[in-house]
């Protein structure tokens, strides 16, 4: 199974991603998450992109292309993946489609939770909260004023990305705005209506 999972910061992509990698055994690439870590070790990319990350900007399309291209390439992503973060532009899009052609490979299904945006910066000063709460460390990108730049981000560069996958018919829309086990849910009855079609 080959999934994206697109959609607004904060609209749950990463906890839904958490789920379904245990569900289907296949594992979440995160371009965020691969930064960060990226940036934590102070390797070339990341000290490239630190500071558009700070500032809730996009890094380049040539960055995280690479990125992906080397994971997509290792061995537990070759049962199937989920794409949390990625793509995040129209060129990202495209230069996924042609390594997915180039390896043989397709998508199986974007999902896109939809979500009402005024309530995304309520949502995020919660995710800190509670990431403060449990001793974890709260994401510099999380402060309010810097999510607005990332929304932005999302409203300008990736919104885009949705119609792309609806032209290609492997769009589906999931309710964001319902609890975390009715968006699972949501998700676990569309994916199985794939198993079905095949
Ligand atoms: P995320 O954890 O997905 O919210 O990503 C955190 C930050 O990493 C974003 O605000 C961007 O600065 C950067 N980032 C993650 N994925 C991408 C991507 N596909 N394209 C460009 N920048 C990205």
């Given at each position: 199974m080959r999934l994206i999972l697109v959609g607004p910061p904060g609209a749950g992509k990463g906890t839904q991603a958490t789920r379904l990698v245990e569900k289907y055994s296949i594992p979440q690439l995160s371009t965020g998450d691969m930064l960060r870590a990226a940036v934590a070790a102070q390797t070339p990319v990341g000290v490239k992109a630190k500071e558009v990350m700070d500032a809730g900007g996009l890094v380049s399309d040539e960055i995280v292309v690479g990125i992906i291209r080397d994971r997509i390439g290792e061995d537990d992503a070759k049962n199937g993946f989920i794409l949390d973060g990625?793509?995040?532009?129209l060129a990202q899009a495209e230069a996924l489609d042609q390594m997915l052609q180039d390896s043989g490979l397709k998508l199986n299904a974007v999902l896109e939770l939809r979500v009402d945006q005024t309530k995304l910066v309520d949502r995020i000063i919660k995710r800190a909260e509670d990431a403060k709460a449990a001793g974890e460390p709260v994401r510099k990108d999380d402060d309010p004023e810097v999510f607005k730049q990332r929304l932005e981000a999302y409203n300008r560069d990736t919104a885009i990305v949705v119609p792309y996958y609806e032209k290609t018919g492997l769009l589906s829309v999931v309710d964001?705005?319902?609890s975390i086990d009715e968006v699972t849910a949501s998700v676990e009855s569309i994916l199985q209506g794939l198993d079905e079609k095949v």
């Open positions: 990625f793509p995040r532009t964001g705005m319902q």
